[in-house]
């Protein structure tokens, strides 16, 4: 072999481009080469831990395939994993392992001295000492895991999903890497907790660390399959959408790939569309929009502006703190401050089982470690003043006799009291540290008619509810003096004087 060869079978990007050969989508025998998807997620993106959501047929399970297999090629003792949904699926990765290695340039295996050892629906070893394995990696040590339709897992195999997280991620070293990628299945399971955290982390800024994940959205507006040369007729509300995504993406977008989405759409109808090839995160997830009160708005002005913030706390203003009282159920504190039309979520406190007391001693805590300065009184909801049967006392009496200066805020409908919030959202800031306020933003909902599938419009009762009425006192406990700029206040009942 030529040097000039020697040289090009050095370059990883030259060999993915070059050395392994697939099916395609007619069933064709040929070389892969890269396309635009796969080179982002495989070549330009470096950091070791990935979450992909994509849209459908972008070819990303097999770039990883062969990338993982070249890894396993070129490198002596290189483990790599691949897991995929469901046998069938496992099975095809498999026969695609086996026509990758067979259709190999043999002249360059004997370079390399490489020699298959083992092959098995279980994956491959070769004689280097490297292993491409395929399935269930609990207990090994793995340089390399790549995860395909985790979401559908999740979805289909929350045990498999859980397994994975507590088994082979657990297998992959801090400084090896993890791939995973997905279209979506909607506002739950594993990928979307993920995805929803790793969103949250790169909002914050926040310096990203071996563990965390770095968020990959792959359109289809890459993807030169999505686009046909036969016209469609184009709407005014498609032209304005397309109008939308060109100014989001800061691109332009073709006539054949304008034509291609119209076919599509008219073809999957909306929901499957958003599904199958969102034009953006928000619309694989879009599920969740429209069965929560508060996440598309989150979404909109909170982290897509970048306002959660690290060290939001500011000394030189005063903490307000709203508490939810939960009779059996979580007892939640909000810490805020508020600067001009900014709304600053600086603190939360969160726990059950424990008397009034011990979250007395965290206000007092707070003050001692922090100096917050609470020169309002903590606002407290409507039913504080309610005597419990044991005691005789209510807990408005309690906080008092503890020496807390208390306001009651009045009785208001849920529904005015969720308004508001949606009102302030906008003027929020959020501090990075509020991890179970952020989801409770981002989860609060409806319930859902089982029968029907339709939203409600009442609030599920779950694990977020509590918090959630929390941030509802945080809005209504704001000073009447202080207006929403340029906007109508939704008005709540005026309270009757403090309690002190």
């Not at 599920?460 to 406990?477: F, G, T």
């Amino acid at each position: 072999m030529s040097k000039e060869f020697v040289k090009k079978i050095a370059s990883k990007e030259w060999r993915l481009n070059n050395l392994y050969t697939i099916l395609d989508k007619n069933s064709v025998k040929r070389i892969l080469k890269l396309n635009a998807a796969q080179k982002l997620a495989i070549l330009q993106i470096k950091h070791k831990k990935k979450l992909i959501l994509k849209t459908r047929q972008q070819g990303i399970s097999t770039g990883f395939l062969a990338d993982n297999l070249d890894s396993c090629i070129f490198q002596d003792n290189f483990q790599a994993g691949i897991q995929s949904y469901g046998l069938n699926e496992s099975n095809k990765l498999a026969k695609k392992a086996k026509l990758m290695w067979e259709e190999f340039d043999p002249d360059i295996k004997k370079l390399l001295g490489i020699s298959l050892v083992t092959n098995n629906n279980s994956g491959m070893s070769f004689s280097n000492g490297s292993i491409l394995r395929i399935g269930n990696f609990r207990g090994d040590t793995l340089n390399s895991l790549h995860v395909s339709e985790l979401a559908k897992i999740s979805a289909k195999y929350p045990e498999k999903a859980q397994e994975l997280k507590t088994g082979a991620f657990e297998a992959v070293g801090k400084d090896n890497a993890i791939t995973i990628e997905t279209t979506s299945e909607g506002p739950v399971g594993l990928f979307f907790e993920m995805w929803t955290k790793a969103m949250v982390h790169k909002a914050k800024k926040a310096p990203m660390g071996p563990f965390d994940y770095e968020p990959v959205f792959i359109s289809w507006l890459i993807d030169e399959d999505c686009r046909i040369n036969i016209p469609q007729e184009i709407t005014y509300e498609m032209e304005q959408y397309f109008l939308s995504l060109e100014l989001l993406w800061d691109t332009k977008l073709l006539t054949t790939q304008k034509w291609w989405y119209v076919s599509k759409y008219n073809s999957l109808g909306k929901e499957s569309m958003q599904k199958e090839y969102p034009s953006t995160p928000e619309e694989a997830f879009m599920a969740i929009r429209e069965g929560t009160y508060y996440a598309q708005l989150f979404m909109d002005h909170v982290l897509s502006k970048q306002r959660i913030i690290s060290n939001l706390y500011d000394p030189n203003l005063s903490v307000y703190v709203a508490m939810d009282l939960g009779m059996n159920d979580t007892m939640v504190m909000i810490f805020f401050q508020l600067y001009k039309d900014e709304l600053r979520l600086v603190d939360e406190y969160h726990n059950s089982g424990e008397p009034i007391h011990h979250y007395v001693s965290v206000l007092r805590s707070k003050t001692e470690i922090w100096g917050y300065k609470y020169e309002a009184p903590i606002a407290l909801p409507h039913d504080a003043r309610v005597r419990e049967l044991g005691s005789g006392r209510s807990r408005l009496e309690v906080f008092r006799q503890l020496g807390c200066n208390c306001k009651v805020l009045p009785k208001a409908d849920v529904h005015t009291g969720i308004a508001l919030v949606r009102e302030w959202i906008p003027f929020m800031y959020v501090d990075s540290s509020l991890d179970y306020i952020i989801k409770t933003f981002q989860n609060y909902s409806k319930q859902r008619n089982s029968s029907t599938g339709a939203w409600s419009n009442t609030p599920l009762h779950d694990e977020w509810s509590n918090p959630a009425d929390a941030i509802r006192y945080v809005v209504m406990s704001i000073p009447q003096a202080i207006r929403l700029p340029n906007r109508k206040r939704v008005e709540v009942p005026s309270v009757s004087g403090f309690d002190i």
